[in-house]
């Protein structure tokens, strides 16, 4: 069975950090690159950033330079450091990872930040 577990959101002061994890089954993340969505209120859910399985990164302009997704092979988790939160990342944050066609979600995390 295929889990995507998110942790690590919670309520934070702008240009505080926050490092959220997404622990996945083994057999989707050995096979899989791994990524972040996130999702505000009222808005459509948004790209943040991928890793390959070989390490490769890309990121939303929106995060860029603020971010970093990393991933630990030995764990099957996957990382998201986010710093310099700003109040317009306030979201739930998601996992997606994809395997045989199939486009597999976690559950999400709340991240709110404050003014």
């Known amino acids: 069975q295929v889990q995507l577990v998110e942790s690590g959101g919670g309520l934070v002061q702008a240009g505080g950090s926050l490092r959220l994890s997404c622990a996945a089954s083994?057999?989707?993340?050995?096979?899989?690159?791994m990524s972040w969505y996130r999702q505000a209120p009222g808005k459509q859910r948004e790209f943040i950033a991928t890793?390959?399985?070989?390490?490769?990164?890309n990121y939303a302009d929106s995060v860029k330079g603020r971010s970093a997704i990393s991933r630990d092979n030995a764990k099957s988790t996957v990382y998201l450091q986010m710093n310099s939160l700003k109040p317009e990342d306030t979201a739930v944050y998601y996992c997606?990872?994809?395997?045989?066609?199939?486009?597999?979600w976690g559950q999400g995390t709340q991240v709110t930040v404050s003014s």
């Open positions: 890793i390959t399985k070989g390490g490769s990164t």
């Open positions: 997606n990872a994809g395997l045989y066609g199939v486009i597999y």
């Open positions: 083994r057999s989707i993340f050995s096979n899989s690159a």
